[in-house]
């Protein structure tokens, strides 16, 4: 589907209460679009949860549930079992954050996607917990400081890379994982499209930059967004049954310095702590997706 | 839909029976993850799934936490549902109980009262289920195989009331039911269909008419929807009672209510059992009895709701009560003795406790005749304390 052929009507409605220049918003309204409105939303405890909905007020038009933090995967499960009892068929997502997804929520989003669970399943990942205020998460990448991983006088930021979630998600072999951006919408629709179009268990992982917790200016969003990808700190890419299908391949590359600049997250890095960054992204081009052109 | 089961005589051990009950009320989603002693109940239940006896949805999740999850949000989606768990499975599942009740969704999971680690243990002990106390879960306990699954089918009933709407937690002591056989009547699935009739969510996540369940949710509101609940968990020792007449009516086996009372009639003293230790108590009374002694027993069903009116109108006759239980509140005392003192507060008849069987020893008659004769003794002097503990090795009574 076209930007342009996108419905008007939206089922996710402005008046939320998410910081100025948070692209959370966008990746839900835009997916909702594509999803419709035969669909029933699962949000664990988040940004979005809050933003989107504190009684009385709600942003949501279709059924809408939360239970818990770490279960999203095992309540779209069981709206998806209720609908298959009944013999209706209806969409069930979950829009979870990273924390939710890649910490606490792991066991039972493996546990679903072993299943092979018929729903879909969406990470955004803002690469820390932002409704507790910004603690780190295993989302977070080397060296951004958190507020549990302070740029502190011995220790400065995070000593650990970026645990790599949508490799563990196509290891489970599910029908479909896709990683998105909210800077290429092209691409973000067809996917979300993609993963509409097929049954089973589907995984969608969307970066999603937030001016508050990384510290960048709420103008820059979209455009932290591309250089995460053209940086290949984030990679675009799908995966069928665990055989990657497409790798999005930035035309030029740019240095991971590039990416980090602007953001108050990474202000402290070092010269040493830039080559680790680059080296990190460097080691998992190689590995996994092919050498990134040069830049 | 299931296929349809005749009345049948059964000899069958108690996680049969539960799994039984369940298939009978055609429960459409099932999640479940096994753990001693509750395994036989989801393995029955694959069964019964698997040779197409139903057509349930069975989620074999990963945990209890993510089976008691499904549970909600498939009955937050207009579903029956069913779960079962045990000791640790229940400890982990703690976070959700909460949220099954807060939002009103009328699950059954029976427990199956296992020790909770440490040591770990498998045997019997009601401190996994008592704990869940305040988590807003009506809770019962069973003395036998027949009760578990009548109370199965009447756990559907009292949930599903409109004037209760909350979850039900059946419980059966770990092996002594669980993998013990004895015969049950099986009443047959229309009859069972009749009894409870479908269930008819009172809101439900659908598409055609959309609403939010569960949200953030601020001060203003939260307080009222506490009330209601309370209110929602009150209004459920009157649908217990109709329920239970209701059923015996039906299918003539009378659990009376709340409680159940031996020979309390002119008894001078009685004893609060609960579980299985009401057969072995019985047995006690009966003997007692027999030497012209005039003890009763009162077989404590309902936990949550507490029956404090009936246990009140019962203490004003009566010159000394004890409390048996099977879990401790360290630094208190057992569960059911706290809250049996609280209900008969302001009342002058004394009220002691029985600790015994903790870590699923074996509870005999003995044991309970000792607990009898120190009532004997607390009705004609006052007693130097209250907290017994029964055949504990190096506590002398
Ligand atoms: C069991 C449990 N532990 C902790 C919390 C507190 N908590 C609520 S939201 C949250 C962080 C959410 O982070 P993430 O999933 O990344 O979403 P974000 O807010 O960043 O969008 C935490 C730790 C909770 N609600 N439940
Ligand atoms: S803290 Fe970040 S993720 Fe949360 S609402 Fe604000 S910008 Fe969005
Ligand atoms: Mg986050």
Redesign the pocket.
């Known amino acids: 589907m076209n930007i342009k052929d996108l419905p008007e009507e939206s089922l996710f409605t402005p008046g939320h209460t998410a910081c100025a220049g948070c692209p ?1 918003p966008a990746i839900v309204r835009n997916m909702m679009k594509i999803f419709g409105k035969d669909t029933i939303v699962y949000t ?7 933003f989107s909905g504190t009684y009385p007020y709600l942003a949501w038009r279709v059924p809408y549930l939360h239970e ?3 279960n999203t995967a095992a309540c779209i499960s069981g709206v998806a079992r209720a609908y298959r009892k009944k013999g209706k068929k209806t969409l069930v997502v979950g829009i ?6 890649y ?3 792991i066991q039972a989003l493996s546990g679903a996607a072993e299943r092979n669970e018929d729903v879909i399943y969406v990470c ?9 205020g910004i ?1 780190r ?1 295993g ?1 977070t990448p080397y060296g951004a400081a958190t507020t549990t991983t302070p740029a502190g006088r011995k220790i400065a930021g995070k000593l650990e890379h970026k645990k790599d979630m949508a490799e563990i998600m196509r290891a489970h072999e599910v029908p479909y994982v896709a990683t998105l951006s909210i800077s290429h919408p092209k691409d973000f629709l067809e996917k979300v499209e993609k993963a509409k179009e097929t049954e089973g268990f589907r995984y969608l992982h969307v970066l ?1 930059p ?1 001016p508050t ?1 990384w510290r960048f200016d709420p103008a820059k969003s979209i455009e932290i967004a591309r250089k995460a990808v053209d940086s290949g700190m984030w990679t675009l890419y799908e995966a069928e049954y665990g055989e990657i299908t497409n790798i999005y391949k930035p035309k030029k590359k740019i240095p991971v310095e590039e990416y980090i600049k602007g953001q108050g997250r990474f202000r402290h890095f070092t010269p040493e702590m830039i080559a680790e960054l680059q080296k990190w992204v460097d080691r998992k081009w190689k590995r996994l997706y092919g050498e990134l052109p040069e830049s | 839909m299931i296929q349809k089961l005749p009345a049948k005589k059964m000899v069958v051990t108690g996680d049969y029976a539960a799994a039984y009950g369940a298939l009978l009320c055609d429960v459409d989603v099932v999640a479940a993850y096994p753990i001693t002693p509750q395994t036989l109940i989801v393995e029955e239940f694959s069964n019964f799934v698997n040779d197409g006896i139903t057509d349930a949805e069975f989620i074999m999740v990963e945990s209890e936490h993510s089976a008691m999850s499904a549970c909600i949000a498939a009955q937050a989606a207009g579903a029956r549902t069913y779960t079962a768990t045990a000791s640790q499975g229940l400890a982990l599942m703690h ?1 959700m109980l909460f949220i099954a009740s807060a939002l009103r969704l009328p699950i059954v999971m029976p427990v199956v009262n296992r020790t909770v680690a440490a040591p770990i243990g498998i045997w019997c002990e009601h401190n996994d289920s008592m704990p869940q106390r305040d988590t807003g879960w009506i809770q019962m306990a069973c003395e036998d195989n027949q009760e578990v699954l009548d109370m199965i089918i009447m756990a559907y009933k009292i949930g599903e009331r409109k004037d209760v709407l909350l979850p039900v937690m059946p419980c059966l002591d770990a092996f002594i039911l669980s993998h013990t056989v004895e015969p049950v009547d099986a009443p047959s699935s229309d009859e069972v269909a009749d009894f409870i009739g479908k269930y008819e969510p009172h809101a439900m996540l659908d598409p055609d008419n959309p609403m939010a369940i569960g949200t953030f949710t601020p001060p203003e509101y939260i307080q009222e929807l506490r009330y209601q609940n309370h209110v929602a968990m009150e209004n459920a020792k009157k649908a217990i009672k109709e329920v239970t007449k209701e059923f015996a009516d039906e299918f003539g086996r009378d659990y009376h209510g709340l409680i159940e009372e031996y020979k309390c009639d002119d008894a001078e003293v009685v004893l609060i059992t609960v579980g299985t230790v009401t057969g072995t108590a019985r047995e006690v009374v009966d003997k007692l009895r027999q030497q012209g002694k005039k003890v009763g027993l009162i077989k404590l069903r309902f936990y949550r709701p507490f029956p404090r009116e009936e246990l009140r109108s019962i203490a004003e006759n009566v010159e000394a009560i004890g409390v048996y239980d099977r879990a401790i509140s360290y630094g208190s005392g057992g569960p059911l003795f706290i809250e049996t003192r609280n209900a008969l507060y302001g009342m002058d008849v004394p009220v002691l406790n029985f600790l015994a069987g903790l870590g699923g020893r074996d509870v005999v008659t003995g044991d309970v005749e000792k607990m009898y004769e120190i009532l004997m003794k607390a009705k004609d002097s006052k007693p130097d304390k209250e907290i017994y503990w029964i055949g504990t090795r190096g506590v002398s009574i």
Request: glycine share 14%; hydrophobic share 35%.
């Open positions: 959370a664990p405890a988040n940004c979005l949860l809050v818990a933090f770490e979870a954050g990273d924390g939710g997804t910490d606490i929520g955004y990942d803002n690469e820390a917990y932002m409704n507790t603690q998460s989302a999603s937030c917790g | 976070e």
